[in-house]
T-cell receptor, first 115, second 113 residues
C-alpha cells in the first residue's frame, strides 16, 4: 500500500538555523499538506499546496516558513530561522483531491528539536 | 476556542469489549469528518470518514456516527484488541473552501487484558 514518507525522522538544530524537512507524498495524489504537533498537544494545520502553489495557510505559517515542490516527487517545508517554540513533530500529508472531499494520509513525521 | 474537542482524555476497556470514543464540534458549517488513530511515535493513521449528509458509516470493526443536531461525532470499535491501543483524534473540515483539517485533542484508548 502506498505511503507518505518523510526524512529525516529526527532533526536537531540550533536556534536561528535553517532546516528543511522533506516529504515524498503518495504518487498519484494532488494535494499536499504540512501539520505540526507540539508534544502532548493536538495536531495543527500549517499549509496546503496544490498545483505548485499554496492553497491555504494557517496563522502559524508565517514568513519564517516556506514550502516547495522541487521536483515531481518531493515536497519540502523550510523554516528559515528556527526558534525554540518550533520544536515539534512535523507531519506531511497528501490527498487525491482537496481535503474537503477526501481523506488526508499522513507520513510518520519528523521530530524537530531546536536547542 | 476549539471547534473540535473530545469528552474524555483516557478510555480504558476490556479486551473484546466494544469501545465508544466521542467528539464534539462547534462549527455547524463543517461538512466532512475523519477519525484518525495515532500510535506512539507514528503519524495519524486514517480510520474512517463521514460526510455531513450521512448519519452513519461502517468499516471493518469500526462505525462512525454523526449527530448534526447536537454536533456530536462518535467512533465505535467492536471487539477491541490490544492493537487498538492508541490515541484517537477526530478531525473536521470546516467547509467554505478550507483544505486544512482541525483536530481535537485526542482520546487515549487503553485496552485491558
Amino acid at each position: 500500500e502506498p505511503e507518505v514518507t518523510q526524512t529525516p525522522s529526527h532533526q536537531v538544530t540550533q536556534m536561528g538555523q535553517e532546516v528543511i524537512l522533506r516529504c515524498v507524498p503518495i504518487s498519484n495524489h494532488l494535494y499536499f499538506y504540512w501539520y505540526r504537533q507540539i508534544l502532548g498537544q493536538k495536531v495543527e494545520f500549517l499549509v496546503s499546496f496544490y498545483n505548485n502553489e499554496i492553497s491555504e495557510k494557517s496563522e502559524i505559517f508565517d514568513d519564517q516558513f516556506s514550502v516547495e515542490r522541487p521536483d515531481g516527487s518531493n515536497f519540502t517545508l523550510k523554516i528559515r530561522s528556527t526558534k525554540l517554540e518550533d520544536s515539534a513533530m512535523y507531519f506531511c500529508a497528501s490527498s487525491p483531491s482537496s481535503g474537503r472531499a477526501l481523506a488526508q494520509y499522513f507520513g510518520p513525521g519528523t521530530r524537530l528539536t531546536v536547542t | 476556542g476549539e471547534s473540535v474537542g473530545l469528552h474524555l482524555p483516557t478510555l480504558s476497556v476490556q479486551e473484546g469489549d466494544n469501545s465508544i470514543i466521542n467528539c464534539a464540534y462547534s462549527n455547524s458549517a463543517s461538512d466532512y469528518f475523519i477519525w484518525y488513530k495515532q500510535e506512539s511515535g507514528k503519524g495519524p493513521q486514517f480510520i474512517i470518514d463521514i460526510r455531513s449528509n450521512m448519519d452513519k458509516r461502517q468499516g471493518q470493526r469500526v462505525t462512525v456516527l454523526l449527530n448534526k443536531t447536537v454536533k456530536h461525532l462518535s467512533l465505535q470499535i467492536a471487539a477491541t484488541q490490544p492493537g487498538d491501543s492508541a490515541v484517537y483524534f477526530c478531525a473536521e473540515n470546516m467547509g467554505g473552501g478550507a483544505d486544512g483539517l482541525t483536530f481535537g485533542k485526542g482520546t487515549h484508548l487503553i485496552i485491558q487484558p
